[in-house]
């Protein structure tokens, strides 16, 4: 019976731990978008892994230096995104979220446009930090 009984303690903290976890990412992925939104590099800057690395549907990988660069000429422009839903799965020191958002955005010779993407984003907890170590996007169909 006792050690039952610390069996299920062991499993309610790790339970706790992981919703301390996805409750972390959650406030640093609103973050994210307000950054992104702002283009504020320097967030971004402590954001972001130094090996981070950005897979669009479609395009070209783009690595932190690479994206910061889009971002900061105004190359990329984020409008506005809207979580469609998401889905948190989470590990000691990474949690993976899979989500659709709608992401209104504009390139520096285009209209604004929208598109509806599936999204696969990589947070890791470094120095008790979590950062975004990758994103990875594939066109979803319009709901």
Known sequence: ?????????????????????????????RDLERALIAADTGTLEKILTD???RRPPGGPDT?????????????LKYVAFQNVEEQFR?????????????????????PEGETRLKLTWIWVKLDGQWRLAGVQGSQAPAQ
Do not use: C, H, W
């Open 51 to 53: 090996d981070f690395l």
């Open 63 to 75: 690595n932190k230096r690479e994206y910061l660069s889009l971002l900061s000429s105004g190359r």
């Open 1 to 29: 019976m006792v050690k039952r009984m610390g069996l299920i303690a062991v499993l309610a903290l790790a339970a706790r731990a992981q919703d301390a976890n996805i409750d972390a990412v959650r406030k640093m992925a």
């Open 90 to 110: 989470s590990y000691p020191n990474t949690v993976l979220v899979d989500d659709v958002t709608d992401i209104r955005a504009r390139g520096s010779s285009g």
